[in-house]
């Protein structure tokens, strides 16, 4: 059995509707404008939070050039490890207005906490949730240490062996959990995200489990909420043409509030179990297939193929009784369009 909580008063987990994370990464491009705008953007397009990343170059790194210290392929290729995250940082003092801000907006802000020392400011703004990334999902010591606040902590698990997501669920101590799916590729090819993973994750760990999707579009994200995800985390940017370290799998505030309406449209679509009627599907039944008199037919005569055929609408005898009525005789005049009942035949002979 799966079990839900609550961030902020909102709940999630099966039965709620999907739960929409805005990232904001580094794709502030170390502006507070432009971090305060992307803000009141995932607001605009309908997010349930606004989530930040919280360390600096020198606490997530060191400022080295030695082996593993530079990027060798991908979208960052080239670059230092110290270098790119002193660009995508968001720093310490922009904290406390960029939560002010979202509080102000009625929006709810949290982060990822990347050491001990980003966990205690955290707690001082009284973040109501902690994100653990998925690099950081090995370092079992910083997930008791956020689990420890008694916080809800949401795991990536992108990179994450089943046996290391034990790891770290068995380090959350308890706290209230979700786990998100997620592929650490960037972009991520569709065809590599294994979308069925997402129900396995939360039947294996009785969590809510969702999606921290880096893919380009909202597809994938849709198609997620579909097999059941009650969490989507997407990166949002204000336009990709103004750059940005995580603007190529980002979307613009458009695209964001497109996604937003098609993940609730899908969680709503899952619905339940049902072979009954819906309300919008009254009177459809009257316009099924029935069996109608096609042609006049005076008393005694027999029914036939001609004068007698499956059509619509549905206020005669089901189609099924075809060959039984079929060659019996009309107990009156009948006429064209008239629904075919039972009483409107003659006995057969021995009834």
Known sequence: MTAGFAIAGRPIGPGHPPYVIAELSGNHGGDLKRALALIEAAHTA??????????????????????????????????????????????????????????????????????????ELLEHLDAPAFKIASYEIIDVPLIRRAARSGRPL????????????????????????????????YPTPAEDCNLRTIPHLGEAFGVPAGLSDHTRGIAVPVAAVAL?????????????????????????PAEFRAMVEAVRTAGVA????NYGLE?????????????????????????????????????????????????????????????LRWDLLLPEPGQ
């Open 46 to 119: 309908g997010a349930d939070a606004v989530k930040l990343q919280t360390y600096t170059a020198d606490t997530i790194t060191i400022d080295h050039d030695g082996p593993g210290f530079r990027l060798d392929g991908g979208l960052w290729a080239g670059r230092t490890l110290h270098d790119l995250y002193r660009e995508a940082h968001t720093p310490w003092e922009w904290h406390a207005p960029l939560f002010a801000h979202a509080r102000s907006l009625g929006l709810t802000i949290f982060s990822s906490p990347f050491d001990p020392t980003a966990v």
């Open 154 to 185: 949401i795991l990536s698990t992108g990179l994450a062996t089943l046996g290391e997501i034990a790891e770290a669920v068995d380090a959350a101590e308890g706290a209230p959990l979700a786990l998100l799916h997620c592929v650490s590729g």
């Open 228 to 252: 059941g995800a009650a969490i989507i985390e997407k990166h949002l940017v204000l336009s990709r043409d103004d750059g940005g370290v995580d603007s190529a799998f980002s979307l613009e």
């Open 270 to 273: 899952l619905g339940r179990v």
């Open 279 to 339: 309300p919008s599907e009254a009177g459809g039944r009257d316009y099924r297939r029935s069996l109608y008199v096609v042609a006049d037919v005076p008393q005694g005569a027999v029914l036939t193929p001609d004068t007698v055929r499956s059509i619509r609408p549905g206020f005669g005898l089901a189609p099924k009784h075809l060959p039984a009525v079929l060659g019996r005789r009309a107990a009156r005049p009948l006429r064209r369009g008239e629904p």
